[in-house]
């Protein structure tokens, strides 16, 4: 059963276009939501988050667009380069409640950026 | 060391053998979680400690996984009579504190084959 998904495996685009990477969540106490990015042989390196209180989190050429109601997130890339090329992973966790602080994440969408 | 560092970066195992997985994470971070990347799939939480206490072994799954961070920084992981299934990237992330949603911060990983 998995509570953070990412349906599309792969997504490829052009350079200087947008990448827009979709997930969507099950579990309505998710609180906050990560996107990592990930390179070959590397560890996932975290790009951007956001908050369920807020519908919008911007940073450079990256955003994260929230729909809580929706139980559904989007990472834009605008516009795109050949290095954003890797995996990227959506992320989310629940309120801290003394016990953890687990990252459930998605199983990953496989960018690549064309020149 | 600026990041999480861990080793050994590859390890082959023979079924039945133990394993131990080592993890440095960020200086003075008091988060440390482990976790089982299968290829094709998403990181999978296995634990997480705070400070040298371990919080949550929810994931970890079975009893021939153990982890421990005696001191509170370095992390050990241990598989026991190691099984096929078993074979998969084990990461380990530090982050700075509990209670407040922060990145984690990922190594490189351990590539685990079991033969």
């Known amino acids: 059963d998995q509570q953070v998904k990412q349906n599309s495996p792969s997504l490829s685009v052009q350079e200087g276009r947008i990448s827009i990477l979709n997930c969507d969540y099950t579990?309505?106490?998710?609180?906050?939501f990560l996107w990592y990015k990930k390179y070959p042989a590397e560890g996932p390196t975290f790009l951007i988050s956001?908050?369920?209180?807020?519908d919008k989190n911007e940073d450079g050429r990256f955003t994260v667009f929230l729909n809580k109601s929706a139980k559904h997130l989007s990472l834009h890339i605008v516009p795109s380069q050949p290095g954003d090329s890797a995996v990227y992973f959506c992320?989310?966790?629940?309120?801290?409640?003394?016990?953890?602080?687990?990252?459930?994440f998605g199983k990953g969408t496989k960018l690549t950026v064309n020149p | 060391g600026a990041g999480v560092s861990q080793s050994p970066r590859y390890k082959v195992a023979k079924r039945g053998q133990d394993v131990a997985l080592r993890c440095d994470p960020i200086?003075?971070?008091?988060?440390l979680f482990w976790y089982q990347q299968a290829l094709g799939q998403g990181p999978e939480f296995l634990t997480y400690?705070?400070?040298?206490?371990?919080?949550?072994k929810s994931g970890l799954p079975s009893d021939r996984f153990f982890a421990e961070r005696p001191e509170g920084s370095v992390s050990t992981l241990k598989i026991q009579r190691t099984q096929q299934e078993d074979s998969a990237v084990y990461l380990c992330?530090?982050?700075?504190?509990?209670?407040?949603?922060?990145?984690?911060?990922f190594g490189q990983g351990t590539r685990l084959t079991v033969v």
């Open positions: 992330a530090s982050s700075p504190s509990q209670g407040l949603h922060t990145e984690a911060f």
């Open positions: 579990n309505s106490m998710f609180d906050y």
């Open positions: 956001i908050s369920s209180i807020k």
């Open positions: 992320a989310a966790s629940e309120p801290f409640q003394g016990g953890s602080e687990k990252l459930v």
């Open positions: 200086s003075g971070h008091v988060s």
């Open positions: 400690f705070q400070n040298e206490a371990q919080l949550d």
